[in-house]
């Protein structure tokens, strides 16, 4: 079945720092992938999406480019800020006419200032 | 703001109980899902709704049951409450349902069987 790999956490990053959070999914065929954000006591906000292979989505300094040859969507940032901390989804929904979210495990990011 | 609203917000009830969330869609949204959140299993699709008819099911358990009225807000059932059923529920909207379309998020109910 369908299912998202994410790095364990929690990662802590100095101010300004770069960011990497690795994902990579298995599915069949060439699922549409996205990267949620979860803000402390809040819901899940999406952050960015890509729904076909080579795909770059990005929003708020944030980027992930939709890598089929490595079945990846890893998630970057070039300079941190402390109000980036919250826990990263990964998640993907698949092409079959089945389009639940599924999830990875998230990753807490800590940014320390 | 998702525009999708979710209450009540937090709930407290005992093992055995029964209790009812409510999720009301981004306006013009089709497509309903619930989602549980849990430290232990992360977050799993529960099940989806389409414009009033169920569409898939995911990891829900029998006890669990749910549906979506005419003016497309939907309602999550959950009886026999167990203590491991204490988890944060979210729903999720989207305008029809089709894959790639992004899923809009309510802030969630923490409920806590006690």
């Known amino acids: 079945g369908n299912s998202v790999t994410q790095m364990e956490g929690p990662v802590t990053l100095s101010e300004e720092a770069f960011l990497t959070i690795n994902c990579t999914y298995t599915?069949?065929?060439?699922?549409?992938l996205f990267w949620y954000v979860q803000y402390p006591g809040e819901g899940l906000q999406l952050l960015l999406k890509?729904?076909?292979?080579?795909d770059k989505g990005s929003n708020k300094g944030f980027e992930a480019t939709y890598r089929k040859e490595t079945t990846s969507f890893h998630l970057e940032k070039g300079s941190v800020q402390v109000s980036d901390s919250a826990v990263y989804f990964c998640a993907l929904s698949d092409l079959s006419g089945n389009t639940p979210l599924v999830f990875g495990k998230g990753t807490r990011l800590s940014v320390i200032a | 703001d998702s525009g999708v609203t979710q209450t009540p917000k937090h709930l407290i009830t005992a093992t055995g109980q029964r209790v009812t969330l409510r999720c009301s869609p981004r306006s013009g949204d089709l497509s309903v899902y619930w989602y549980q959140q849990s430290l232990d299993q992360g977050l799993q699709f529960l099940i989806q709704?389409?414009?009033?008819?169920?569409?898939a099911k995911g990891n829900i358990l029998e006890r669990f049951s749910a549906q979506q009225f005419p003016d497309l807000h939907s309602e999550l059932n959950l009886s026999s409450l167990e203590l491991g059923d204490s988890a944060l529920y979210f729903c999720a909207s989207s305008v029809s349902g089709s894959s790639g379309e992004t899923q809009y998020f309510g802030p969630g109910t923490r409920l806590l069987v006690l």
């Open positions: 599915a069949t065929g060439y699922p549409s």
């Open positions: 709704y389409y414009n009033g008819e169920e569409r």
């Open positions: 890509a729904t076909k292979a080579d």
